[in-house]
Every structure is written in structure tokens, then in C-alpha cells.
């Protein structure tokens, strides 16, 4: 999910779907472009998105970002990129594709749930609001595009079970536009306040960790309903590490954490 500027030019608009619209898709293995879309990709992972895959696969959310992803930082952003690392073989196929398919598809990534639909924000700085968009972009080998079968952007997060991921990506996406303003400025992905952000953010295993054997909760406020939960449930945890984010780097505060004490680490 990306952040689109309010002045996007007509052709970027011109493929958002309206409310209610309806489009045509359907995919199967009977299809002649079935699992193309699953190569030489360049998949952007969401926080949500490794909690899901870490947990499908039994691993810790280190482990998952060391053997499966890659981490970049692109120049002109403050926050890295975390991408889906895809397979050492000719076709460059991603590494959870096998013969029968997708072999984590009830916890795949958020962007492959979705598909063909692609999700942004327009983020109007005069109302400082954001609106969520969706646009149909199939890409030109997909067949699904031509089955009979209809949906509207409802119906079909529906039936993928798209609603919890769009939820929390979005409110990811939000922080990131934080990252990409003058309020980011000095901040240094390099440094200490850099990586606790990272590892907050991406690493719900070392954030636990840090939040229940160090000071954490000494300085810091936790709404009690989300505390009760961050000694197993993940999803609350990232809703906690992104609260605490917008407060450590941009003194932002929320009704999920505030500080006891003025601070740093």
C-alpha cells in the first residue's frame, strides 16, 4: 500500500475504482496464466505480513527476514524497504511457490491476497486526511481479467479475507508518510533510534523481548486492554510497536501508549 499525492496526474486516476464498481476476475489452476504472476516480483512485505509468514512457517521473525527477504533503502526514504526474496532459479519464482501452488496461501502476503487489486492513500495535506483508493491492474498476461465471474472492492476483500490485512497496512502506510516528511528530518536508519524503529516495527520476537525484560513499561503508559495481550498475540504487539514509533520518533501520542516520563531509551 503506497501514499499517492492529491495532484496525481488523470492517467494514475483514471483506473481507480469507483465505490460499488464492479470488475471480473477470477483465477484457478484450469487457467492458462496461472501462477505467472508469481515471478521475478518485487514484493514489498508489511509488518503484518511477517508476522503472518513467520507463524505459518514456525520460525522467528528473524530468522523469516534473514532467509526470506532483502532489506534496502532507497534513496530520498528515510525507512527501509523489506522485499520479498525470490528463488535462485531461472525464472526467479518466488520461494513459497510450488507445483500445487502457493505453499503458505492462507497467510500470504497482503499484496498477493489482493491481487489484481492494488491498494494506496491519497493524502490531502489541507485537510490532513487520507483516503484509501483502489485500482484494478492486472497485469497485460492475466486471463482472470476475461472469467465471468464479478466483484466489487467489498465483496472481493471478503472473500480473500483482505479486511484485518488492509486494516493494518494502512495504518502502516500511515506511518510511513510520517517518514517521508520535514518531521523525518535527522532521522538515521543507521543509528540506535533507527534500528529500534526497524525492529519494532519487523521483529515482533525482539520487540516482545525488549518490552518485557527492560524499563519499557516503567516509562511508559500501555492502554491496559492492548497490555493484556502482548505476551502472545502478535497483531497486538505491532499495534503497540507502531504506536510507540509515532511517539518515539515524532512525539505523536495515542490512546495506546503515552509517556510516564519524558525520555529516550
Not at 513459497?96 to 493524502?123: H, I, N, S
Not at 510497536?241 to 490512546?255: C, D, E, P, Q
Request: with cysteine.
Amino acid at each position: 500500500m503506497k501514499y499517492i499525492k492529491t495532484d496525481a496526474p488523470g492517467n494514475v486516476r483514471e483506473n481507480m475504482l469507483k465505490p460499488g464498481e464492479r470488475f471480473s476476475f477470477r483465477c484457478h489452476p484450469g487457467i492458462s496464466c496461472f501462477n505467472l504472476c508469481c515471478r521475478n516480483l518485487n514484493l514489498y512485505l508489511y509488518p503484518y505480513d511477517i508476522i503472518r509468514l513467520k507463524q505459518n512457517l514456525g520460525i522467528t521473525s528473524a530468522e523469516f527476514i534473514d532467509k526470506y527477504t532483502d532489506v534496502v533503502l532507497r534513496s530520498g526514504h528515510a525507512f527501509p524497504d523489506v522485499m520479498l526474496k525470490m528463488a535462485q532459479n531461472n525464472e526467479k519464482t518466488c520461494s513459497f511457490l510450488t507445483g500445487g501452488g502457493c505453499a503458505v496461501y492462507p497467510d500470504r502476503p497482503q499484496t498477493c491476497r489482493t491481487f489484481p487489486l492494488e491498494y494506496g492513500l491519497f493524502f490531502d495535506a489541507e485537510k490532513n486526511r487520507s483516503e484509501q483508493v483502489v485500482f484494478f491492474r492486472p497485469p497485460d498476461f492475466c486471463q482472470g481479467r476475461h472469467e465471468s465471474a464479478t466483484w466489487t472492492t467489498a465483496s472481493w476483500e471478503a472473500d480473500q479475507n483482505a479486511a484485518y490485512y488492509n486494516r493494518m497496512t494502512g495504518q502502516w502506510a500511515e506511518l510511513l508518510r510520517l517518514f517521508s516528511t520535514g518531521a523525518a528530518s535527522g532521522f538515521d536508519p543507521g543509528s540506535e533510534q533507527g534500528r529500534m524503529s526497524f525492529m519494532a516495527a519487523y521483529n515482533m520476537d525482539e520487540f516482545r523481548e525488549f518490552i518485557l525484560n527492560s524499563s519499557f513499561l516503567k516509562r511508559y503508559l500501555v492502554k491496559s486492554s492492548l497490555r493484556v495481550r502482548l505476551g502472545s498475540d502478535d497483531a497486538a504487539l505491532l499495534t503497540l510497536a507502531m504506536a510507540w514509533i509515532r511517539l518515539f520518533i515524532f512525539n505523536i501520542s495515542s490512546g495506546e501508549i503515552s509517556a510516564r516520563k519524558k525520555g529516550g531509551l
